[in-house]
């Protein structure tokens, strides 16, 4: 017996047929010329502060601020590398991996914990961390210097690890467990069926999925800890514990005339961080929009 085949059937004669919708796409005008603007914004200064690292001191006064300098004056980059670039750049590293690194680990466990605990304290504790996003680094200067001071840390690495990594602990425990609380509630109930415990499923589940957020508020935290002038102004006081942003400080004031090595010290403290966005742009950009696909 041969298959049926269903016959069509022809719409009305009268039957309106039904019409395609054609996607219109409208200029945003406005929207464009300030995205020019605003790139101008940003664009401009950066490239005034290449090319005046790249003058001599004498082209800096006669030639024109924006045209490239011909030929480029190297020699002020090997002028900043003879002022102890190296061991402030040093410095720098130490007190901001140091401070990201402890400042992540807290916040990852207590964001764990706050998430995964339904108990009344967890939630004081969450608004505590919230309180914290309210208070200012300018209005705790004092106690913490005191503090450091009475802990036997002035003037060493340590006193600026430690204060850095306690005013990060807020936002990043406020991103982090917005994040966390994302993750499928059945994802865990699974686990603990299979017996997992906590320190498993921080392990296997939580850390693997948390990636792009722990990128995000690492990389957010390293410019913060990076550019921090306060704290090393106040908590340090010999050259050899010197940050960049305080190193830099103390050399403009050397070189006030010779403002193409100073420019050239701008840039070599930018490059680090500039290479830490590069690598993790796309983790930033993941974090970011994060739960917004849901």
Same mark, same amino acid.
């Given at each position: 017996m041969a298959d049926s085949v269903p016959a069509v059937v022809p719409p009305p004669a009268g039957a309106a047929r039904p019409r395609r919708r054609h996607r219109h796409w409208r200029i945003n005008f406005p929207g464009g010329v300030a995205g020019i603007l605003w790139l101008g914004i940003v664009v401009v200064p950066v490239y005034w502060v290449l090319v005046t690292s790249l003058r001599s001191p004498q082209e800096f006064f006669i030639a024109n601020q924006f045209s490239l300098p011909v030929p480029p004056a190297f020699a002020n980059y090997v002028r900043v590398f003879e002022v102890n670039f190296l061991g402030y750049l040093m410095n720098s590293v130490i007190v901001t991996a140091?401070?990201?690194?402890?400042?992540?680990?807290?916040?990852?466990?207590? $964001?764990?914990?706050? %998430?995964?605990?339904?108990? *009344?304290?967890?939630?004081?504790?969450?608004? !505590? /961390?919230? +309180?914290? =996003?309210?208070?200012?680094?300018?209005?705790?200067?004092?106690?913490?210097?005191?503090?450091?001071?009475?802990?036997?840390?002035?003037?060493t690495l340590l006193a600026l690890i430690l204060p850095f990594a306690a005013f990060a602990v807020a936002v990043t425990v406020f991103i982090l467990s917005n994040f966390i609380r994302d993750i499928p509630r059945e994802l865990f109930e699974a686990m603990e069926i299979d017996g997992a415990s906590h320190w498993q499923m921080l392990?296997?589940?939580?850390?693997?999925?948390?990636?792009? $957020?722990?990128?995000? %508020?690492?990389?957010?935290? *390293?410019?913060?800890?990076?550019?921090?002038? !306060? /704290?090393? +102004?106040? =908590?340090?006081?010999?050259?050899s514990q010197r940050v960049l942003p305080l190193a830099l400080w103390s050399f403009q004031d050397e070189m006030t005339i010779n403002v193409p090595v100073v420019m050239a010290a701008v840039v070599l403290t930018s490059i680090p961080m500039v290479t830490l966005y590069i690598f993790g742009r796309r983790y930033i950009v993941a974090g970011l929009t994060a739960g917004f696909g849901k």
């Open positions: 140091g401070a990201v690194t402890l400042t992540l680990v807290v916040s990852f466990l207590a $964001a764990y914990v706050i %998430v995964r605990n339904d108990m *009344a304290v967890s939630r004081a504790v969450f608004s !505590l /961390f919230l +309180l914290g =996003l309210a208070i200012p680094i300018q209005s705790a200067i004092i106690p913490v210097y005191y503090l450091i001071s009475k802990a036997g840390l002035y003037d392990r296997w589940l939580v850390l693997p999925l948390s990636g792009p $957020a722990l990128m995000t %508020v690492a990389i957010y935290d *390293a410019l913060n800890v990076w550019n921090g002038f !306060l /704290f090393p +102004l106040v =908590l340090t006081q010999s050259a």
